[in-house]
């Protein structure tokens, strides 16, 4: 028909992205094929929100396999058995997403397909009815034993939707027509005729929507259809499924299934996600869940449902003893004809002329309708079809099989034989089509039958087992192999069959029935499933409500017959009488709407989140899979992450992340990853916790470490007891990796782990390692997401060298690009503007800036509110340069600095900037020795305002100028409160690198000559060629830490005109990214003082003479001093607060000076640091707390 296109799969895609799995719907089916497609379809037309879960992937028409090498790949060999070790040793691939499944048992072999649509993928599609005598045996419930018309109904259902019909009557197969003449031996009450097949033979649509093509009679149905004819139940109930609302997932392996405290119950699953299985000691064992509010439908098959209610069993879910007995095979048997007298065409082709016809097209009927016959002797003959690529498989074994029997018959009928050598010759040289050749004149039959239903499933060391009778094969089959010995005796064909190794005691099914067998006295001693296929909790009637078997587990006896139909009948069955009994009506009269590749389902759950999904970063094809596993310390405040993974190994409180990240690249061209995974922490929950939603960011700045790079995870948790939690973790990528591969390896292996509730409640924190053995495994985890191109190895070489390339970035950091301040276009808005500022004049005249910041109305619980009488604070600076756009003390890129500290506990700031940040003319000629009057008008412009003494808090070189005015009496003591010296104050002690470039002032002379008397902060690219010069040479300054290794020009600048003066892991980008808006260009002559000064070791005036004397000494007299120095300090060493401290306890006794070490800081971040607030600021207020005090009971004691 013109109006159809050619296109053999033109339908949605059925299944969704693993990772859109909601963690509950009210029924979830366990399955993908005929009982679970009921189940599917049915429910969702019930209006129930519905997930599937199927253990193989969607098989779309077109995609199936058509070399014997394309079959060997999608065929996967399970089981064990000692008759077959030599297969499951050699051959086994145990890998249960293939399309073609062969579990070997003993004495008993099956074979089965997993992919979307279970076994109807595969199968002939022969819709043929249980016979009525087979339904009344003993083994049937009584509700269908005593009316097996109660089915009819059902299967006219399942008739509608998979609308079955025959072969054209308009042409007729050789091999049919040869089946319809063997037919006539059988005797006339033996029924032929053709059978009707889920194939279609026109263009149309079928029931639900989904356009179908012609069937090209290729006779591939048993290896997958390419033509686009087979009503499989994926182009039937579940894509009317789908159409409605159904949510279907691939490669889920589910392992067992639980009952749910409050009703429903939880599947428990692996995810067969693209290498995961990589990791095969975790795969199994982490696994997914979700929830089934009200219904849970195991449809796996035979195989599939009875090893989910095994391991249910192993996991507490109490079921009847029954479980795994009593499997039937169906009687199953496939004989062939092999080189017989006639030219059959029974090979599978896709171009022969005339074609084979399909896989089966008639069938021999002779089951029992006789009353007073045994239905036990009942079989069915179909004729089918040698798949085209297992030709020479089937050539080599019926040859080995047929073998003596033709050495003896040359012995009597050489005229015969020598005809069939010939034959034998022509397949072999001239190919299996060959006209007259041993496989053309080759019939296939499939005959089914009655067995001993005596097959059993058990779990063995956590390993299904399948096990037939040790009795061996039924004395009916050997009757049927007899009556076709009797009938290739007149064909002159000799009898090959599918037993392994030509074993008659072992058998083979491709109809496996049973496992959960339906009771026939409605309890658990009788079976394990009602006559509805709810599961019996035990021995009795009672039964788990919504836990339902709906596949050909259930079927308790062997049907003699192709049960798809009766699958399919019961299945409608039992969900219609469910859905009626909880009040459910099932909607079978409204249509789908024609379905084509671009159709959107009727109902949608949650379409828009999958809208929003597809406008975020796109894939580049690729993903991969890692374990990540340590400790965590649960409820921990700790802030150090390894001290925290400690504790958490102290308490065996492990944690394991198992990820599977699909790389994206966003907008920015950086790169994302999509993370799908679980987290295991029995500290967290019984079970793994599930990734509800996470991201990956690669390589992304850290805004609270400068310098710094981070892989960070984003991961959203769901417990399956219903607790959100937050997840987020970083990988540290930072200078402290330079040239130390050990040190690489470990920033790229180590996950630093925060977990929290999600209103921000803290759960734990540790850290996670990447072994060496996970990570050889990581890298063979790498899986394309999409069809195979050349493209995808250059996105993924791109990725790999985006990867090494941010890695060497910190690797070689001194040759790494130089980074120039970026000048902002607008200034930062400042935290809390001063509230006034003006400018006061010094005694020489000097106009210097006096900033005030009025306390603000935050009061902390047991502190001052902001309107009592607190001590103003004088903050004093370092030297900063001129025309800093910021204050030391009021830096708007901190969290909280130290203005905003004071003032929120009710103290007013004044913030001094000295001459050498004012007036470009005054700071050209202003030393140090000079600044001590701008202190000394600053104090006396405070003391005018307030009726308090100042508390000062002075940085390096303003503790000295302070220092300086007090040595010298320009300042007299008693006018402050006290003081706190950060860095230096009277001693100066240089760090070891400053010692080296301080032993004289030749370098600044030097620099003086070259470029002037101006050291700018700020340079750039179109500096000139000297500053640039500089820029270069200081990409080697010497650092004490690998980690204080950058690329800020700005940064490297200050190093060298002060010394390094900072840790860097205590600055956090903000500020980093910022130095050169509150650092500015220095004068020479300043920096020869500070010079001078570190190398006499004292405080020396504008002539060189000391200050530090013993009459200059005792002015500090009863001046409180709190001396403060960071450990890592690189520009004063520590010696030199320790000297001052020491030197004023020795003169005037320890009760006034105190003396703070700041762990792991350095010079200036005491002050600017990203938690100086909480390590430092603290200290400095306890000191000026105590002044307050002491000041308090000096005024009582003088009023006394």
């Excluded at 390896?745 to 803290?762: H, P, Y």
């Excluded at 500290?901 to 202003?926: E, I, M, N």
């Amino acid at each position: 028909m013109s109006n159809f296109t050619a296109k053999t799969d033109n339908y949605p895609s059925l299944s969704r992205p693993f990772g859109s799995m909601r963690p509950e719907y009210d029924v979830v089916i366990i399955g993908s094929g005929y009982g679970a497609g009921v189940a599917a379809s049915r429910m969702a037309r019930a209006g129930k929100s519905v997930a599937v879960l199927e253990l193989g992937w969607e098989r779309r028409s077109g995609s199936f396999p058509l070399t014997f090498s394309q079959c060997l790949r999608d065929t996967s060999i399970l089981g064990s058995t000692a008759k077959s070790s030599f297969i499951s040793k050699w051959l086994s691939s145990r890998d249960p997403t293939r399309l073609f499944q062969v579990f070997l048992g003993d004495g008993q072999h099956s074979f089965a397909a997993h992919g979307l649509g279970g076994s109807s993928l595969i199968n002939a599609g022969v819709f043929l009815k249980a016979d009525e005598r087979t339904l009344q045996m003993s083994p049937w419930p009584s509700e269908i034993r005593d009316d097996p018309y109660t089915l009819d109904e059902y299967y006219t259902r399942a008739e509608t939707m998979l609308q079955p019909s025959t072969y054209p009557d308009n042409s007729t197969p050789s091999k049919l027509e040869h089946l319809r003449e063997e037919s006539r031996w059988f005797g006339e009450k033996n029924k032929f005729y053709r059978v009707p097949l889920t194939i279609f033979f026109h263009n149309g649509r079928n029931s639900a929507g989904v356009p179908m093509q012609a069937n090209r009679e290729s006779g591939h149905e048993c290896t997958g259809l390419n033509d686009g004819s087979k009503n499989s139940v994926a182009t039937t109930y579940l894509a009317d499924a789908w159409n409605w609302g159904t949510e279907i997932f691939c490669g889920c392996e589910v392992q067992f299934v639980e009952k749910t405290d409050g009703g429903g119950y939880t599947i428990h699953f692996a995810w067969h996600g693209s290498g995961r299985s990589v990791f095969a000691d975790h795969f199994k064992e982490q696994l997914f869940w979700v929830k089934a509010k009200e219904f849970c439908f195991l449809g796996a098959g035979a195989l599939g449902t009875t090893e989910v209610l095994l391991r249910s069993k192993q996991r507490g879910l109490h079921m009847s003893p029954f479980v795994g007995r009593n499997l039937s095979g169906n009687g199953d048997l496939l004989i062939f004809g092999y080189n017989g007298g006639a030219n059959i065409n029974g090979i599978a082709r896709e171009s022969l002329h005339p074609p084979p016809g399909t896989t089966v097209t008639a069938v021999i009927d002779n089951r029992v309708v006789d009353p007073l016959k045994n239905p036990l002797s009942g079989y069915v003959i179909q004729d089918g079809c040698i798949p085209e690529m297992f030709n020479p498989v089937i050539q080599v074994m019926l040859t080995l099989q047929t073998m003596k029997s033709q050495a003896l018959c040359c012995l009597w009928n050489p005229r015969q034989e020598a005809r069939k050598t010939t034959a034998s010759l022509k397949s072999l040289f001239f190919g299996p089509y060959a006209c007259n050749g041993s496989l053309q004149r080759t019939s296939t039959y499939l005959v089914m039958s009655h067995d001993s239903n005596e097959i059993m499933l058990t779990l063995k060391d956590d390993q299904l087992c399948l096990r037939g009778p040790e009795e061996g094969r039924s004395e009916h089959f050997k009757w049927i192999k007899k009556m076709f010995k009797e009938l290739f005796a007149r064909t002159g064909a000799n009898m090959g069959v599918s037993y392994p190794y030509g074993r008659h005691q072992e058998e083979a099914t491709v109809h496996l029935l049973g496992g959960a067998n339906m009771s026939n006295d409605g309890t658990g001693y009788g079976g394990v499933t009602n006559h509805l296929g709810e599961v019996f909790s035990g021995s009795n009637s009672e039964v788990y409500n919504g836990l339902v078997c709906c596949d050909a587990s259930i079927i308790p006896t062997a049907l003699g017959v192709n049960p798809l139909a009766t699958i399919s009948a019961l299945s409608e069955r039992s969900v219609n009488l469910i859905t009626e009994r909880s009040g459910l009506s099932i909607d079978l009269e409204t249509n789908n709407q024609s379905l084509n590749a671009y159709s959107k389902p009727s109902v949608s759950w949650d379409y828009q989140g999958q809208q929003d999904i597809k406008k975020g970063p796109q894939s580049i094809g690729w993903q991969f899979t890692e374990i990540i596993h340590g400790y965590i310390s649960m409820g921990s405040k700790i802030g150090d992450f390894a001290l925290s993974e400690r504790v958490g190994k102290g308490s065996s409180c492990a944690m394991r992340m198992f990820l599977t990240i699909e790389i994206c690249r966003r907008r920015d061209l950086q790169y994302q990853g999509t993370c799908t995974g679980t987290i295991s922490c029995y500290a967290l929950s019984r079970v793994a916790l599930k990734i509800v939603d996470g991201t990956v960011d690669f390589f992304t700045p850290l805004e609270e470490n400068a310098e710094s790079s981070a892989i960070s995870y984003h991961l959203k948790l769901l417990s399956v007891e219903g607790i959100h939690y937050r997840l987020e973790g970083h990988k540290l990528i930072d200078s402290n990796i330079a040239f130390s591969v050990r040190k690489t390896w470990k920033a790229t292996t180590t996950v630093n782990v925060n977990i929290t509730r999600l209103d921000g409640t803290n759960v734990g924190a540790g850290a996670l390692h990447i072994s060496l053995i996970d990570f050889k495994k990581q890298m063979r985890t790498f899986r394309t997401t999409r069809v195979f191109q050349i493209s995808l190895i250059v996105t993924l070489m791109w990725f790999l060298l985006s990867f090494v390339y941010h890695i060497s970035l910190f690797f070689f950091r001194p040759f790494v690009h130089m980074r120039f301040p970026r000048i902002p276009t607008k200034a930062t808005d400042s935290k809390q503007p001063s509230s006034t500022s003006c400018n006061i004049t010094t005694s020489d005249g000097v106009q210097v800036r006096l900033d005030t910041y009025d306390p603000l109305h935050i009061q902390k619980a047991g502190e001052p509110g902001a309107n009592s009488n607190l001590s103003p604070i004088l903050l004093l600076p370092g030297v900063t340069g001129v025309g800093a756009m910021y204050n030391l003390f009021s830096l708007p890129f901190l969290r909280c600095n130290m203005v905003e500290y004071f003032t929120q506990r009710g103290h007013r700031c004044y913030a001094l900037t000295p001459r050498w940040g004012s007036d470009p003319a005054v700071a050209q000629k202003s030393t140090v020795f000079d600044c001590r009057l701008d202190v000394a008008a600053a104090i006396a412009y405070i003391r005018d305002k307030e009726r308090q003494k100042p508390y000062v808090v002075a940085h390096c070189q303003g503790s000295v100028a302070l220092c300086m005015g007090l040595l010298d009496g320009t300042i007299q003591s008693s006018q402050l409160l006290g003081v706190t010296a950060n860095s230096v104050f009277m001693n100066q002690v240089f760090g070891y690198w400053n010692s080296l470039k301080g032993r004289t002032t030749l370098l600044i002379q030097l620099y003086e000559l070259l470029a002037g008397n101006y050291f700018p902060i700020i340079s750039s690219v179109k500096s000139v060629l000297f500053q640039r010069l500089i820029d270069t040479l200081l990409r080697f300054y010497p650092v004490g830490h690998p980690q204080d290794l950058c690329t800020s020009t700005a940064c490297r600048r200050t190093s060298f005109a002060f010394g390094l003066l900072w840790n860097h892991e205590n600055l956090d980008m903000g500020l980093h990214d910022n130095i050169h808006q509150f650092f500015a260009g220095t004068h020479t002559k300043l920096m020869k003082q500070v010079v001078r000064s570190g190398t006499r070791g004292v405080c020396l005036d504008n002539d060189s003479c000391p200050l530090l004397t013993a009459e200059n000494l005792q002015r500090l007299q009863g001046l409180p001093i709190l001396f403060v120095s960071g450990t890592e300090n690189q520009v004063f060493s520590p010696e030199s607060t320790l000297k001052d401290y020491e030197l004023l306890r020795r003169r005037f006794g320890e009760r006034l000076y105190r003396r703070f070490l700041a762990e792991g800081y350095g010079h200036l971040d005491p002050i600017v640091g990203k938690h100086a607030a909480e390590d430092v600021y603290w200290r400095i207020f306890a000191h000026l707390r105590w002044c307050t005090k002491e000041m308090e009971n000096m005024d009582l004691q003088a009023n006394e």
